[in-house]
């Protein structure tokens, strides 16, 4: 009797965890879109035509920003209540996807804001350095580690970081800076679930 009380809840359990598994997002299900959401930011990803997600996000402390986010790693376009910036590529970012271990390119830009004309071109310098996975809940991700440089004309550095992107998501889970430091840091999203309207 004992043994077969033990294989009811040993199946019990396994049917709870295939359950729990069952609402982690993946590739086809976040083709319907999904939120992403870590304490003071609420993401919603969808996907938009020509290769573009559109990113809301609702933030506890300033305004909601849109973005559109070419396969979901590249920002092309900005808009809030600060305003808009786009990021006009100057070449195919096409032929960059799908992303691979080892990869590298880079990409000459021109950012247009209403308020100001631009100063000059900046260059995205992207290098895919591994693969990795990464954990939002009870869900794990494969990502790929891009390094991420953004140039201006001088050869300053505007930006620079590393995303830790989901190809399958098409989307950025996380971002670490100063890697390889003793100031690195890694600021990524919590939780995921499916985008239910």
């Not at 986010?69 to 970012?93: K, N, Q």
């Not at 960059?96 to 590298?104: D, I, S, T, V």
């Not at 390119?105 to 000059?120: I, Q, Y």
């Amino acid at each position: 009797m004992r043994t077969k009380t033990f294989g009811m809840m040993v199946a019990a359990l396994a049917l709870a965890g295939s359950a729990q598994a069952a609402d982690c997002v993946d590739a086809k299900s976040a083709k319907t879109g999904f939120v992403l959401e870590k304490p003071g930011i609420r993401s919603e990803f969808r996907p938009a035509p020509g290769g573009m997600v559109a990113v809301v996000n609702d933030y506890q402390s300033q305004s909601p920003q849109t973005q559109y986010l070419y396969a979901g790693l590249i920002e092309v376009f900005r808009d809030s209540d600060t305003g808009r910036l786009s990021m006009i590529p100057l070449g195919d970012i096409k032929k960059l996807f799908p992303l691979k271990a080892g990869a590298k390119s880079k990409t000459e830009f021109v950012r247009l804001s209403a308020k100001k004309a631009p100063k000059g071109t900046e260059t995205l310098a992207l290098s895919v350095r591994g693969k990795e996975t990464y954990k939002l809940g009870d869900c794990k991700y494969s990502v790929l580690a891009v390094s991420e440089m953004i140039t201006g004309d001088s050869g300053a550095v505007v930006d620079s970081f590393t995303a830790l992107y989901s190809p399958d998501l098409q989307a950025v889970l996380a971002r670490r800076y100063d890697e390889g430091t003793s100031a690195q840091s890694e600021v990524g999203f919590e939780t995921i679930k499916a985008l239910r309207e």
